[in-house]
DNA sequence: AAGTCGGGGGG
DNA sequence: CCCCCAGACTT
């Protein structure tokens, strides 16, 4: 995409530059920021990147300051969707900058149609950020069960109390101010600057990534950090001067609608004509797909342990790595292959159950996939000899399947309760 | 720069 | 089965 030469060389914006925050390792390094005077090089400067061609298509178009903008966001006006973080464009007004903190969250790593019923029920109970900050963590997790990354959830939360703490009860409202609260990067920082207080800061999230790389025809992988570099400039760039919050949500929605990863729809698209990658027919083979790397199989073995009362044994993972801080049917290791002996003689091979039980009976396999792991729990329902409970220091508890809801549980545990209501006996 | 952290959508 | 998704954080 070629830009009109007055926003190539731009004059003393005086905009806040996040640039020098790009791969710092220390997100927190925000605090540094101060602004300065930002001057854009022109695209044959950048690095990583070769000399711009020309399409086809560019000249004429592009003649005017911001026809990219114009075109963009006429189609957002006309084909947005109506997701319940966003203001009714009817109705107007500005949009409620908790919500949007909490939206741009829940929407890291997460498609829009998952992220919806998990943000209304999150919103009535937390409806605001007062009321987030002085939420139980536990119960915070509970509202984020089944969502994923629950650090997420854990810093949302922290945020919030930040925010009531040392912000004054008010979400702050500019990038390097935001950058300061846990979970908030530069992409979430610069969605909420200029989503909820039209800052005019740009974001790159993984949908703009591939916008963008299609609209320039870059080819490399946007992962790395040049092009990243590279891409963040480009972000910065094509910003308006009004309208940044919708233009930003613009560039995102024409990820997920039309530019999308396979078979884009370009014809379709409301900027095609901007597109070098389209004038090419290079579309559907940017970005570079991500190499696969295999997936590791973990292999363990989980027991509902009932008491003579009906109640089931949970346990408490460690507050750090995967499911940090949820509960969960006991499970141990199981090194072994899985085969028959194993249903005979299930905890031999492998660490030692942290209770005594008896009348072992195998319900059957959860499988779990995770972006590096696939996962395989051996199933097993027991009872609890009289004996109870072995001593260590992991925090377990009784419960009733009915209270079960009480509890945050990974997915693969989910799973397992609805075996034993499924399977009574 | 590479790994970790969940779970699901959609081809 | 696969890659990808309104990323952040650690090492």
Not at 144 to 171: D, T
Not at 223 to 235: E, F, G, K, N, P
Not at 263 to 273: A, E, F, G, I, T
Request: aromatic share 8%.
């Amino acid at each position: 995409m070629k830009l009109p030469d007055e926003t190539q060389t731009c004059q003393n914006w005086n905009v806040l530059s996040l640039a020098n925050l790009a791969g710092t390792g220390n997100q927190k390094k925000g605090n540094e920021l101060r602004k300065r005077t930002f001057s854009i090089s022109r695209a044959k400067d950048m690095p990583g990147g070769s000399p711009r061609r020309r399409s086809a298509y560019d000249p004429a178009m592009l003649s005017s300051s911001s026809s990219f903008a114009r075109q963009l966001l006429r189609w957002y006006d006309r084909s947005r969707r109506d997701l319940p973080w966003r203001i009714d464009p009817a109705v107007g007004g500005e949009p409620n900058p908790y919500h949007v903190l909490v939206s741009e969250t829940m929407l890291q790593q997460t498609q829009v149609a998952t992220v919806i019923p998990y943000f209304q029920r999150f919103l009535a109970r937390f409806p605001t950020v007062a009321d987030l900050a002085a939420a139980d963590e536990q119960e915070v997790l509970r509202h984020w069960q089944g969502l994923g990354y629950y650090s997420r959830a854990r810093n949302l939360r922290a945020a919030a109390r930040m925010i009531v703490h040392e912000f004054g009860g008010h979400m702050p409202t500019e990038p390097e101010e935001l950058l300061q609260l846990p979970g908030v990067g530069r992409y979430t920082a610069g969605a909420v600057a200029s989503i909820a207080f039209g800052r005019r800061a740009p974001i790159l999230d993984g949908n703009v990534q591939r916008v963008l790389c299609r609209l320039d025809a870059i080819a490399s992988d946007p992962r790395d950090r040049q092009t990243q570099q590279r891409l963040w400039q480009r972000a910065e760039e094509i910003l308006p001067r009004r309208r940044v919050g919708d233009f930003n949500s613009a560039l995102m929605e024409l990820g997920a609608l039309v530019c999308t990863p396979r078979n884009p729809q370009c014809l379709l698209c409301p900027v095609r004509d901007h597109c070098e990658a389209f004038a090419s027919g290079l579309q559907e083979k940017i970005p570079a797909p991500k190499a696969a790397k295999p997936t590791p199989l973990v292999r363990r073995q989980t027991y509902c342990v009932r008491r003579a009362d009906g109640q089931w044994l949970l346990e408490q993972r460690p507050s750090t790595g995967r499911w940090a801080g949820m509960w969960q049917f006991v499970t141990i290791a199981a090194e072994d292959p899985l085969d028959a002996s194993a249903a005979r003689a299930p905890a031999q091979s492998a660490a030692p159950l942290p209770i005594r039980v008896r009348r072992i009976h195998p319900m059957g396999i959860v499988t779990h996939s995770l972006t590096h792991r696939r996962y395989e729990f051996q199933v097993f329902r027991c009872e609890a000899a009289a004996t109870g409970i072995l001593a260590d220091n992991c925090p377990r508890r009784w419960t009733t399947l009915e209270r079960l809801d009480d509890f945050p549980l990974p997915k693969p545990h989910l799973r397992i309760a609805q075996m034993l209501r499924d399977q009574p006996e």
